[in-house]
């Protein structure tokens, strides 16, 4: 994987993840679109705020690996 999608991801996660952490019922509403399905896992966890708070620890902690994980030898100039 090149590193520019490695601090992508990284980026990403770590966003995510504290998005849920901070506001778990604000972040899943806004997510509410799309297919049935995941409109339903959004309200699902909209109703769990403690259960999209882990969730979103993991991400974040995801997030933190993969961006801690790089070479300096990988830096992109």
Do not use: Q
Request: cysteine-free; glycine content about 10%.
């Amino acid at each position: 994987m090149s590193s520019r999608w490695k601090d992508f991801g990284a980026m990403l996660l770590i966003g995510d993840g504290m998005m849920a952490l901070i506001r778990p019922r604000r972040y899943t509403s806004e997510w509410e679109i799309g297919p049935s399905e995941w409109r339903s896992l959004m309200r699902f966890l909209n109703e769990r705020p403690n259960l999209t708070r882990a969730l979103g620890a993991i991400e974040l902690a995801g997030g933190l690996v993969l961006a801690l994980s790089r070479d300096e030898s990988e830096a992109v100039v």
